[in-house]
Nanobody
Framework: VQLQASGGGLVQAGGSLRLSCVAS????????MGWYRQAPGNQRELVAN???????TYADSVKGRFTISRDNAANTVYLQMNSLNSEDTGVYYC??????????????WGQGTQVTVSS
């Protein structure tokens, strides 16, 4: 099982970006999919999480600005980020709780995509 993230880049403050993450491989079921981020010198933190597209969780700092969504048929999770500010700068990692066809549920991580917001 692999997670492939994309969509990061450089954007001016107030702008928007959309991140995507696709899960591929021998997948039986995906429980949750979400996004974490890590700024230089900081610990990795949860940004948003979606459980089978029904229940969502957001960090307080992104509520009202970011929206997480899932396309379950495509094993894909998106993160729409609006009104970006410099504090949103960091490496964004997708994360998923996946059961493989011959493995138990476990967490998988994508490779990370850099988001840089210029002021």
């Amino acid at each position: 099982v692999q997670l492939q993230a994309s969509g990061g880049g450089l954007v001016q403050a107030g702008g928007s970006l959309r991140l995507s993450c696709v899960a591929s491989g021998s997948i039986y079921d995906i429980g949750s999919m979400g996004w974490y981020r890590q700024a230089p010198g900081n610990q990795r933190e949860l940004v948003a999480n979606a459980i089978s597209g029904r229940s969502t969780t957001y960090a307080d700092s992104v509520k009202g600005r970011f929206t997480i969504s899932r396309d379950n048929a495509a094993n894909t999770v998106y993160l729409q980020m609006n009104s970006l500010n410099s504090e949103d700068t960091g490496v964004y990692y997708c994360n998923a709780w996946i059961r493989g066809r011959s493995t138990a549920y476990q967490y998988y991580w994508g490779q990370g995509t850099q988001v840089t917001v210029s002021s």
